[in-house]
């Protein structure tokens, strides 16, 4: 079956504590994104990745590191989380730069104390 | 559940009604436009796209309807069932926003009663 998956699914952990959320993707896309979506201000970009090796900023990245040494593998990295990271991320895969029909993961609710 | 339902437009309708879900975009570059559903849980689910040289595109019970000329885009939903609450929301791509050119809109939360 076609998937993003993302593990894990629900993180509660506190201040400076770092973590690594994982995403990833079977279906062969070169395109992967990672997203946070927090109420009233909808689905955000915080890193993007074109192919293995290259990743750029989305609109709200800091605080946040990625990396894509292969291509099914996406983490997203908090090296030292603060309460305003509390928020739900998706990571997202498609097949090319358009990024039509991108593919979502489930979603991890994470919670920052 | 999940919180990304608050503060978001609601539009409620009795089920086998049709819903017409609207959405704005700013930037008039804009070339490629796609409606997403989130159900509670889960992440964004791709429902049907159109781009700029189209007005209208059908899919299976939606049609999305485009009016560039009021930078307006809509999702209209035939026939509503149970399963299609959700939160709706519209993205946007070409028109320079957002770091990758796509943008998303916050969504409009559609409860079907029955």
């Known amino acids: 079956e076609a998937q993003v998956t993302q593990n894990p699914r629900y993180l509660i952990t506190v201040t400076g504590k770092k973590l690594t959320v994982t995403c990833s993707q079977n279906m062969n896309h070169e395109y992967m994104s990672w997203y946070r979506q927090d109420p009233g201000l909808g689905l955000r970009q915080i890193y993007y990745?074109?192919?293995?090796?290259?990743?750029d900023k989305g609109d709200v990245p800091e605080g946040y590191k990625v990396s894509r040494k292969e291509k099914r593998n996406f983490p997203l990295i908090l090296e030292s989380p603060s309460p305003n990271q509390t928020s739900l991320y998706f990571c997202?895969?498609?097949?090319?730069?358009?990024?039509?029909?991108?593919?979502f993961g489930p979603g991890t609710r994470l919670l920052v104390l | 559940g999940e919180s990304v339902g608050l503060h978001l437009p609601t539009l409620s309708v009795q089920e086998g009604d049709n819903s017409i879900i609207n959405c704005a975009y700013s930037?008039?570059?804009?070339?490629?436009f796609i409606w997403y559903k989130q159900e509670s849980g889960k992440g964004p689910q791709f429902i049907i796209d159109?781009?700029?040289?189209?007005d209208k595109r059908q899919g299976q019970r939606v049609t999305v309807l485009l009016n560039k000329t009021v930078k307006h885009l809509s999702l209209q939903i035939a026939a509503t069932q149970p399963g299609d609450s959700a939160v709706y929301f519209c993205a946007e791509m070409g028109g320079g926003g957002g770091a990758d050119g796509l943008t998303f809109g916050k969504g409009t939360h559609l409860i079907i009663q029955p």
């Open positions: 930037n008039s570059a804009s070339d490629y």
């Open positions: 997202a895969s498609s097949w090319g730069y358009l990024r039509e029909t991108q593919y």
């Open positions: 990745s074109m192919n293995v090796e290259v990743t």
């Open positions: 159109i781009r700029s040289n189209m």
